[in-house]
């Protein structure tokens, strides 16, 4: 385990969609802050004097049960609150998360349930309906650390409170260079640069064209064969986000532009997006699988040097390449063409909502805020991540750094061994996420700073966020759920035709096109998040 802490926290850290927003509770309901009577210690530890048991869902990866944990015995032992942790499998946590609700058997603390679980919709709907115990006139008093973050950034404050005024999750929030990245980068193959003597990378669409018929005729991977794939991807899922600010469009679904709100896949630039690559995949510049490939034959192709252009979050999981080789395959630098004329990137705000709830009938919130709130620090965050002293670190002899522990050692891969001891491991724990030391004090590493330049140059220099983190009401909550997954599904079908040919893109197809979409609802779709950036807008 060589790469940088804020890397590997980082990973966890992709863009979770946009969120929804509103300005008035969706039903009436008792959603006041409630104390308990319990005597919690404002500072220090315990948090209690008189040990109390909560329970708690979280999402399990299978490696270690969590009560089973170094991490969670040492922190009941200094908090004196003692959890019965349930960790359903993460492809099953959204199910027993929902059944948990519906059954209202609901556990005291939901942990890491994260955008794609506890989402903004659920936060919104079972916090209307009294399920979830408000927060925020508890913050300040029982999370100081939270709160310092909330007044250092009242972003995180707008961003997380929802339609009734109501705090009802608290969010994981990262810094480091990859904490921007809306997903994993594409990443050039630097072999095959070094082959064409290529010194300067592509800065319009037409350039970038050019480059990709030198990859696909010069025979760059120096086999002799015409074998070279200029473009790889798996249904432009990697590649369409970084493509389309290339047209004015900030990445999927609803944008925001100078207070406006469009829709990605049906403003004008997404036509320019769609005749681009057409005209590149007749060329025969895109991979002629990607719209039938796995991930696992795009990692074939590219551990076989046959594909010049790819996403992944770092390069070396493609190309299957040393780590300290990477830091030869630049980074895609943003590319403008007539519908932009500007270089432009997609950021994502830093911020993932819905890691942490607290149910109404919690037998103290305040203590539990109080155990969350120290992972909010960039100490607690250590300690969170590392785990206690002597299970995955020790102290080296002056006490100056710390090294893997004779346990780790002796483990087949150190860094999993990390989430045998802390549950910090793969998922949205709420937490503020800092850069850390690494163990073994290798503080220097020519990747880390490779990943920080090259986003720090290519993606936060021209970065725009694509939509704030914002909350629609119940009812419009359902309307976009419904509207969403039939533009989606109606968009896609098309990109396919119109990439591949079997769909001329015209004038009377792209109106045919554009008239459907309306009518599953994307004007629709734009109201209401229009109006939702107007009330995100408005809270002060």
């Not at 329970?55 to 959890?83: C, H, Q, R, V």
């Not at 532009?257 to 896949?265: H, L, R």
């Amino acid at each position: 385990m060589n790469k940088k802490i804020l890397l590997a926290a980082g990973m966890v850290f992709a863009l979770a969609g946009c969120g929804n927003n509103s300005d008035a509770p969706a039903e009436k309901a008792d959603t006041s802050a409630k104390t308990s009577n319990i005597e919690v210690n404002k500072e220090g530890y315990p948090i209690v004097d008189d040990q109390i048991e909560m329970s708690m869902i979280a999402p399990g990866l299978g490696i270690n049960e969590w009560n089973d944990m170094d991490f969670i015995k040492d922190y009941e032992d200094k908090t004196n609150i003692k959890l019965d942790i349930t960790t359903p499998p993460q492809s099953e946590f959204k199910t027993k998360l929902n059944l948990a609700f519906a059954s209202g058997d609901i556990p005291d603390i939901i942990y890491a349930g994260g955008p794609n679980t506890l989402n903004a919709a659920a936060e919104v709907d079972y916090g209307s309906q009294g399920l979830l115990a408000p927060l925020e006139d508890l913050i300040p008093e029982y999370a100081p650390n939270f709160n310092k973050l909330m007044e250092e950034n009242p972003e995180i404050k707008k961003s997380i409170t929802t339609t009734d005024g109501h705090i009802y999750a608290l969010p994981y929030i990262t810094e480091g260079p990859t904490s921007k990245w809306v997903m994993g980068p594409i990443w050039y193959n630097g072999e095959w640069l070094k082959a064409l003597n290529v010194e300067q990378l592509p800065e319009t669409t037409e350039e970038f064209k050019e480059l990709m018929l030198r990859f696909k005729n010069e025979d760059p991977n120096g086999n002799g064969e015409a074998d070279e794939i200029p473009i790889s991807d798996v249904n432009f899922s990697g590649l369409r986000p970084w493509f389309l600010p290339a047209f004015g469009i900030k990445g999927w679904g609803p944008f925001e532009k100078d207070g406006k709100v469009s829709y990605s896949f049906t403003d004008p630039g997404f036509r320019g997006y769609l005749e681009y690559m057409h005209d590149l995949y007749a060329e025969g510049i895109i991979d002629q699988e990607i719209f039938s490939q796995s991930k696992e034959q795009l990692q074939a192709k590219g551990q076989e040097n046959k594909v010049g252009v790819f996403q992944e979050w770092f390069s070396y999981f493609i190309t299957g390449r040393e780590e300290a080789d990477a830091v030869n395959d630049p980074m895609f630098a943003p590319l403008t063409s007539d519908y932009q004329k500007t270089p432009l990137m997609p950021i994502g705000p830093g911020i993932k909502r819905g890691s942490f709830a607290i149910s109404s009938k919690n037998p103290s919130v305040e203590a539990s805020l109080r155990w969350v709130d120290t992972f909010y620090t960039k100490d607690g965050f250590d300690y969170l991540y590392y785990g206690p002293e002597g299970s995955f670190w020790t102290w080296n002899e002056d006490k100056t750094a710390k090294e893997y522990s004779e346990a780790a050692q002796n483990s087949d891969d150190p860094e999993k061994y990390r989430g045998f001891v802390t549950p910090s491991y793969g998922i949205t724990v709420p937490a503020y996420s800092v850069p850390l030391d690494p163990i073994g004090g290798e503080k220097e590493n020519p990747f880390n700073d490779f990943i920080e330049k090259e986003t720090e140059e290519k993606i936060l220099a021209n970065g725009e966020q694509i939509f704030p983190l914002t909350y629609l009401t119940n009812e419009e909550n359902e309307e976009v759920s419904d509207i969403t997954v039939e533009l989606e599904t109606y968009m896609k079908e098309n990109e396919a035709q119109f990439i591949n040919g079997s769909k001329e893109i015209n004038d009377q197809t792209w109106q045919e096109y554009i008239d459907t979409m309306n009518k599953i609802g994307a004007e629709r779709l734009i109201e209401i998040y229009q109006a939702a950036y107007d009330r995100w807008k408005a809270i002060k």
